[in-house]
């Protein structure tokens, strides 16, 4: 099947000790989207890449960072986690950046622990 | 400031029953809106949506109703089932700068009782 696949499912780092979290996705969708999700809390989306352009959320901390090296995979860097930043991740892709009725598939997402 | 609310965030009904969830919305340029199911350690799925030209979409057990005028939507689970327990969230989409953006709600926490 199809899918949107994050890796790993669960993160465990030390507090300032750099991390990198994956997804990978076959829809061969132009966009990918990363959100950050806090318990109890609504996904709140930190960037997107719509093909190769990378678009950054404005209140999105520096401390976050993406790539993204081919349609199937992209990446986020987290560069000096914080206690704060004790969050699940979810990765989600859309085919295109305003297509009607075409909604984000999303990931499982990674949760990420903050020691 | 939110603007997309679930102001429930849980709701119990017993099995057989409507489910009745509810989302309320602050931005007038939000042109479409989607339903997502999430069960615990997996991302949320794509339930049903609903364009702004519209005002009720249907697929199976599963209908949204959009009232423009009030800002408000909701999904009817008729009848619910226990495989329905999930976290239910509602998402918009606006028609202006950042349109490729959805903005989502806290969820609500959906359980149906055998």
């Known amino acids: 099947d199809a899918m949107v696949i994050q890796n790993p499912r669960y993160q465990v780092t030390q507090f300032g000790k750099p991390v990198t979290l994956s997804c990978s996705q076959t829809l061969n969708h132009n966009v990918m989207y990363w959100y950050q999700q806090k318990s109890s809390q609504a996904p709140k989306l930190l960037f997107h890449?719509?093909?190769?352009?990378?678009?950054n959320e404005a209140d999105t901390p520096d401390n976050f960072q993406s790539r993204r090296p081919n349609t199937s995979f992209c990446f986020l860097d987290i560069r000096s986690p914080g206690l704060g930043d004790a969050a699940m991740y979810l990765c989600?892709?859309?085919?295109?950046?305003?297509?009607?009725?075409?909604?984000?598939?999303f990931g499982d997402g990674t949760r990420l622990s903050i020691l | 400031d939110q603007q997309v609310k679930q102001n429930s965030p849980s709701l119990s009904v017993q099995e057989g029953r409507i489910s009745i969830l509810n989302c309320d919305y602050t931005?007038?340029?939000?042109?479409?809106f989607l339903w997502y199911k999430k069960y615990p350690a997996e991302g949320p799925t794509f339930l049903i949506s609903?364009?702004?030209?519209?005002d009720k979409n249907e697929d199976g057990r599963f209908t949204v109703f959009l009232n423009k005028s009030a800002k408000h939507l909701s999904l009817h689970i008729v009848p619910s089932q226990p495989g329905d327990s999930a976290v239910y969230f509602c998402?918009?989409?606006?028609?202006?700068?950042?349109?490729?953006?959805?903005?989502f709600g806290k969820g609500t926490k959906l359980s149906v009782i055998p």
């Open positions: 998402a918009a989409r606006g028609n202006g700068a950042g349109s490729y953006q959805l903005t």
């Open positions: 609903i364009s702004s030209i519209k």
């Open positions: 890449y719509y093909d190769k352009d990378f678009n």
């Open positions: 989600a892709t859309s085919s295109r950046r305003r297509q009607t009725n075409q909604p984000q598939h």
């Open positions: 931005n007038s340029m939000f042109d479409y």
